[in-house]
């Protein structure tokens, strides 16, 4: 049973444009969510987070929205590089754990020049 | 400074061998974990180590698989007889840990090792 789920398992975009990447989840008992994006042959690579008591989170040109009553985040690129091709993973970890990450499957988000 | 380093990189095993991961963690992170990722998928949590302590190990998928950090840093993943299923990108962790900073949470990972097993 995937707790943390993101649909889409590709997204192409133009650059300059914004790219919008999906995350759903089902535990409710996540307080703290994170997004990372992995470049082939090299771990994951902490993105932005977001904490359960706020509803968004920004950080130069990328934010991440936090809808606790959909259970749903989303991570916004403004505006979107070349640079930015990357896959990008949802994570989520809950209080009273180790705080061990529990990931989404991924997306792979391509940036057209 | 350095960030989190594993080898082998790569390890190809023969079914039945075993096999050593090493990672080592960012200085003075206390929190070290292991992540197991299937190709095409998210990385799934192994287990989970404060200083030298094993404080969680629910997410070893048999009892082929051991982890150890004698000396509160560098931790060896084992895999013992490994199988055709074990074939996978481990991953390590570490995240400093201090009490009221959210910052706790973020995990700084390796490049991984890419191990098959034939």
């Known amino acids: 049973d995937q707790q943390v789920k993101q649909n889409s398992p590709s997204l192409s975009v133009q650059e300059g444009r914004i790219s919008i990447l999906n995350c759903d989840y089902t535990n409710s008992m996540f307080d703290y969510f994170l997004w990372y994006k992995k470049y082939p042959a090299e771990g994951p690579t902490f993105l932005i987070s977001?904490?359960?008591?706020?509803d968004k989170n920004e950080d130069g040109r990328f934010t991440v929205f936090l809808n606790k009553s959909a259970k749903h985040l989303s991570l916004h690129i403004v505006p979107s590089q070349p640079g930015d091709s990357a896959v990008y993973f949802c994570a989520a970890s809950r209080s009273g754990s180790a705080r061990q990450l529990t990931f989404g499957s991924g997306t792979q988000l391509t940036v057209l020049p | 400074g350095a960030g989190v380093s594993q080898s082998p990189r790569y390890k190809v095993a023969k079914r039945g061998q075993d096999v050593a991961l090493r990672c080592d963690p960012i200085s003075g992170h206390v929190s070290l974990f292991w992540y197991q990722q299937a190709l095409g998928q998210g990385p799934e949590f192994l287990t989970y180590?404060?200083?030298?302590?094993?404080?969680?190990k629910s997410g070893l998928p048999s009892d082929r698989f051991f982890a150890e950090r004698p000396e509160g840093s560098v931790s060896t993943l084992k895999i013992q007889r490994t199988q055709q299923e074990d074939s996978a990108v481990y991953l390590c962790?570490?995240?400093?840990?201090?009490?009221?900073?959210?910052?706790?949470?973020?995990?700084?990972f390796g490049p991984g090792t890419r191990l098959t097993v034939t």
């Open positions: 180590f404060q200083n030298e302590a094993q404080l969680d």
């Open positions: 962790a570490s995240s400093l840990v201090r009490s009221g900073l959210a910052r706790a949470y973020e995990q700084y």
């Open positions: 977001i904490s359960s008591i706020k």
